[in-house]
């Protein structure tokens, strides 16, 4: 079936480390994937996202890079900020008999400490 | 802003009794998604609309039922409610259709609290 994995939280750093949020998806087909960012209190919003093999999807800071060969898309950040804290989804999305089919992984709390 | 409206953003109910949850999506999106986010639960798809036709089915429980109206706007309604059900509830929206990546635009999302 379709699914995703994602690094297990919370995860805390401090202000200005790299960040790294391990990403693998198994699915029946060529999905395109994404990252969510859910801020507190708030709902869920895109981040970024790349549609095939090799894209490198970028926004805010943070980068993650569709690898078909390692069925993975890990969200990286250089210098974190306290601003950063919030959680994070992974996801992919299909075309299944007609239909968009959006599959997401479980969300990764971070937090930033200053 | 998303574009996507919900209302009412908190609600506080005893067990028992039904509720109905309103979502409006961004003008121009055909398809509707609703997702349930407990703490403990991450976040559960529930079901998916398509121009007012029920597209997917995920975790709803048969307490609960959904619909997509002519305008594209969408209602869920949840019934016989239990201290289980308290939850944020989001409501999604895409363009839908097969030319599309599938990205959804979320609402904040309604706070349900069943006492």
């Known amino acids: 079936g379709n699914s995703v994995t994602q690094m297990e939280g919370p995860v805390t750093l401090s202000e200005e480390a790299f960040l790294t949020i391990n990403c693998t998806y198994t699915a029946t087909g060529y999905p395109s994937l994404f990252w969510y960012v859910q801020y507190p209190g708030e709902g869920l919003q895109l981040l970024l996202k790349?549609?095939?093999?090799?894209d490198k999807g970028s926004n805010k800071g943070f980068e993650a890079t569709y690898r078909k060969e390692t069925t993975s898309f890990h969200l990286e950040k250089g210098s974190v900020q306290v601003s950063d804290s919030a959680v994070y989804f992974c996801?992919?999305?299909?075309?299944?008999?007609?239909?968009?089919?959006?599959?997401f992984g479980q969300g990764t709390r971070l937090t930033i400490n200053p | 802003d998303s574009g996507v409206t919900q209302t009412p953003k908190h609600l506080i109910t005893a067990t028992g009794q039904r509720v109905t949850l309103r979502c409006s999506p961004r003008?121009?999106?055909?398809?509707v998604y609703w997702y349930q986010q407990s703490l403990d639960q991450g976040l559960q798809f529930l079901i998916q609309?398509?121009?007012?036709?029920?597209?997917a089915k995920g975790n709803i429980l048969e307490r609960f039922s959904a619909q997509q109206f002519p305008d594209l706007h969408s209602e869920l309604n949840l019934s016989s409610l239990e201290l289980g059900d308290s939850a944020l509830y989001f409501c999604a929206s895409s363009v839908g259709h097969s030319g599309s990546t599938g990205e959804l635009f979320f609402g904040e999302g309604s706070r349900l609290t069943v006492l």
């Open positions: 996801a992919l999305s299909l075309l299944i008999q007609g239909a968009q089919k959006l599959v």
């Open positions: 790349a549609t095939k093999a090799d």
């Open positions: 003008s121009g999106d055909l398809s």
């Open positions: 609309y398509y121009n007012g036709e029920e597209r």
